[in-house]
C-alpha cells in the first residue's frame, strides 16, 4: 500500500492560502488521509532513528515518557489505519527503551523517570499486544512480557506503609516527587492490570485493578461525585488529607477506560458501570464545550506545559477504547468523538514559519500545522502534543470499523511471562547517587526504592 497523503496535501497547497487538514466523518478514506498528512507531521518531529541519536527519544523539551505515549499512538494508529509506515520506526523505539533489562527503566533515564513515565511505555506495550502489532523477533522483548514486567514491579511498589497503600509518583527517592502518590502513576497501573486480565484471564491482575480504584476512592483521589484529583501528599502528620485537586483530562481518561475492561471481563458488573457511568458524566461536564474536549485547567488562560499540552489525545484513546469494551457507551461517545475530530482537524491549518516556544519546528506539511484549542481556529501552538492530540482526535473515529483488541483466547500472538521484570539486576545500573541525597531521602525510604526493583535486593538491605 502506498500513502500519497503528503502530495495531496501539496496539490491542495497550491490551490490555496489556507490548507487545513481536511476531514470528512464518515468518509474512511478522507478519515485516513487526515490521520496521514498530521501523522506525517508529527513523525517530523521525531530524530530517535537519525544516525547518532538515541531511538525513542525525542528532541528538548520532549521527556522521555512523551515517546512512549506517542508510539502508543503510532501503534493504534497503525491499527486502525492500515498504514505500516511508522512501524519500523515505532519497534525500534519501544525495543531500545524496553532496554537489556526489558522492563522499560533504561538506566539513562534514571533522573525523569517515575512510575508514570515507565507506564507511558508499558501501556503501548500492551497496546502493541492487543492490535497485534508485529511481534518483535524472539530473542528480543515481547509485547505482553513487557507489560507484565512493569505490573510486576509496580505490584512490589505498592506501598501500605503510608496513605493505607498506593504507588508513589516516584520510583527513586532522590528525584522530587518521592513524596507524593498521584492518580496518573495509579491510573497506569489500574489501566494496565485490568487489561492483563482480559488478555490472561489471570484474576490477579483483575483484583489487582479493583483494589487500585479502591484506594483511590479511600485517599480521596476519586471522589464519590467521579472528580478524579491529580494526587496526595506524604508528610508526617497531614494523614494523606494535602491533596492537589486539579484534574487532568488524562487523569478521567485512564480510570474511564480500565473501568470499562473491568464492566467487560466481569460481565457488565453494575458496580463497574456505575464508576464507568460517574467517571464519564464527570468527563463530560469538565473537558468538552459544545462537544469539544477542552484541557479545562490551563487551556484557556494558556499555561499549559509542554506535558499537559499533550492529554487531551490520551483522554480521546481512553474515550474510544472505552466504546469497545462497554459498548452501550458508544452513543454518548460517538457525538463527542466526531465534534472534537471536527474541531480538531479545522485547527490544523498552521504554516509557522518560527517554532512555538521552547518547541522545535514544524516540518510537516505547510497549511497542516495543528494548533492546541480545538474551540477556536489554528491558535499558532505548535508541537508533538498538539500533533499527537488532533492525530488522536482524528484516528479514533475509526474505532467502531476496527475489531476489538484480542486476548490470548481470541488470536493474540504476544508471548507472555508472568514472572518477567522481577530480579532485575538493574540495581548495578543505578547513576551514583550522592551522599547528600542518600542523606536528604533518609536511608529507610532509599532501601523501598531500590526494594522495589527487585525483592531479592530489598533482603540484601
Ligand atoms: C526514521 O523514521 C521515519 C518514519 O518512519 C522514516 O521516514 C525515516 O526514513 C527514518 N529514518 C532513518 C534514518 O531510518
Ligand atoms: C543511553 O545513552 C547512550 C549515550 O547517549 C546511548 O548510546 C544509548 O543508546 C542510550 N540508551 C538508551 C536505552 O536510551
Ligand atoms: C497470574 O499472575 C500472577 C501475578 O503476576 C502470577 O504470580 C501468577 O503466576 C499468574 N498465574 C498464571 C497461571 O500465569
Ligand atoms: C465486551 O467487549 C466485547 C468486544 O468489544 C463486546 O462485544 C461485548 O459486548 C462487551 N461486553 C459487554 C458486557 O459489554
Redesign the pocket.
Known amino acids: 500500500m502506498r500513502w500519497l497523503v503528503p502530495f495531496t496535501g501539496l496539490v491542495s497547497l497550491l490551490g490555496q492560502s489556507v490548507a487545513a487538514v481536511e476531514l470528512t466523518l464518515g468518509n474512511e478514506a478522507s478519515v485516513k488521509s487526515a490521520a496521514s498528512t498530521i501523522a506525517f507531521g508529527l513523525l517530523k518531529f521525531y530524530t530517535g532513528n537519525n544516525t547518532g541519536d538515541t531511538p525513542g527519544n525525542l528532541p528538548d523539551p520532549y521527556f522521555w515518557w512523551e515517546t512512549g505515549a506517542m508510539f502508543g499512538t503510532m501503534i493504534d494508529y497503525w491499527f486502525l489505519t492500515g498504514d505500516p509506515s511508522y512501524n519500523e520506526a515505532t519497534t525500534q523505539a519501544m525495543l531500545h527503551q524496553a532496554s537489556n533489562t526489558r522492563d522499560f527503566m533504561p538506566p539513562n533515564q534514571t533522573r525523569t523517570l517515575g512510575n508514570d513515565d515507565q507506564g507511558f511505555w508499558a501501556l503501548a506495550a500492551m497496546s502493541a499486544a492487543e492490535n497485534k502489532f508485529p511481534d518483535p523477533p524472539k530473542d528480543q522483548a515481547q509485547w505482553l512480557a513487557l507489560a507484565q514486567a512493569v505490573f510486576n514491579q509496580w505490584a512490589t511498589r505498592w506501598d501500605e506503609e503510608t496513605c493505607g497503600g498506593g504507588l508513589r509518583w516516584q520510583i527513586f527517592t532522590f528525584n522530587n516527587g518521592f513524596n507524593y502518590k498521584n492518580s496518573i502513576s495509579n491510573g497506569c497501573f489500574f489501566n494496565l492490570a485490568a487489561r492483563l486480565a482480559r488478555f490472561t484471564g489471570n484474576q490477579t491482575y483483575a483484583d489487582w485493578a479493583a483494589k487500585i480504584f479502591e484506594w483511590e476512592q479511600t485517599v480521596g483521589l476519586i471522589t464519590p461525585g467521579f472528580d478524579i484529583y491529580d494526587g496526595v501528599t506524604i508528610k508526617e502528620g497531614n494523614n494523606c488529607r494535602e491533596t492537589d485537586q486539579i484534574q487532568w483530562s488524562y487523569n478521567h481518561g485512564i480510570f474511564l477506560h480500565g473501568a470499562a475492561v473491568m464492566?467487560?471481563i466481569t460481565?457488565?458488573s453494575s458496580v463497574w458501570k456505575q464508576r464507568i457511568d460517574g467517571i464519564l458524566d464527570s468527563t463530560v461536564k469538565l473537558f468538552y464545550k459544545n462537544g469539544i474536549m477542552v484541557e479545562q485547567f490551563c487551556e484557556d488562560p494558556g499555561f499549559c506545559d509542554i506535558d499537559q499540552q499533550s492529554f487531551k489525545g490520551y483522554l480521546t484513546r481512553w474515550m474510544a477504547g472505552t466504546t469497545?469494551?462497554?459498548?452501550?457507551t458508544f452513543d454518548t461517545i460517538r457525538p463527542l468523538l466526531e465534534s472534537s475530530a471536527t474541531a480538531a482537524a479545522r485547527a490544523c491549518s498552521g504554516s509557522p514559519t518560527a517554532p512555538s516556544t521552547g518547541q522545535p519546528m514544524f516540518k510537516g506539511i505547510p497549511g497542516t500545522a495543528c494548533g492546541f484549542k480545538w474551540t477556536a481556529p489554528f491558535d499558532g501552538l505548535v508541537g508533538v502534543g498538539e500533533q499527537m492530540n488532533a492525530l488522536s482526535a482524528v484516528m479514533y473515529t475509526l474505532v467502531s470499523k476496527v475489531a476489538?483488541p484480542v486476548t490470548a483466547d481470541t488470536g493474540g500472538t504476544s508471548q507472555g511471562n508472568p514472572n518477567a521484570g522481577l530480579n532485575q539486576p538493574s540495581i548495578g545500573s543505578l547513576p551514583e547517587i550522592t551522599l547528600g541525597e542518600k542523606v536528604a531521602a533518609g536511608f529507610v525510604t532509599t532501601a523501598i526504592a531500590f526494594g522495589v526493583i527487585g525483592g531479592s535486593v530489598f533482603v540484601m538491605f
Open positions: 464492566y467487560n460481565k457488565a469497545q469494551m462497554a459498548p452501550y476489538s
